[in-house]
């Protein structure tokens, strides 16, 4: 869907570039602990990607003249906004509301600081 997209208008893909945002979330994720500890930062890894995305497609729905792209975008909007409360959904479901909650505010205060670094400098991500 992107991949047309783009070809519709003449462009193609370039080589794929490092995230550093993917990279440092990846990195606050648990390597140790158990099965269901891992699991939950692995869903917290992908909510915490969505969320981002969710809000990027939302500025770009609402402040583009493009009505074919602000359509597109409002859509990829609406899609990540459910993929992103379906990870939550399932981090609650399988390690509990109380544990879930705790390390997603983790999660937000480590997200917090790495957007602090990033300043205005352009990213996918983040």
């Known amino acids: 869907m992107v991949h047309e997209k783009l070809l519709e208008r003449g462009f193609v893909l370039g080589r794929e570039r490092k995230d550093e945002y993917v990279n440092r979330l990846y990195d606050f994720m648990r390597k140790g602990g158990n099965r269901e500890q891992q699991l939950l930062d692995r869903l917290f890894f992908s909510a915490m990607i969505e969320a981002r995305s969710c809000e990027r497609f939302k500025v770009l729905s609402e402040n583009i003249n493009d009505e074919g792209l602000k359509k597109f975008y409002h859509e990829l909007m609406i899609s990540e906004a459910n993929h992103y409360t379906v990870y939550l959904s399932f ?11 705790a ?11 790495i957007i602090k670094d990033f300043g205005k400098k352009e990213t996918v991500h983040g």
């Open 91 to 101: 981090a609650r479901q399988y390690a509990g509301q109380e544990d879930a909650e």
């Open 103 to 113: 390390r997603w505010e983790e999660w937000l205060v480590m997200e917090g600081e």
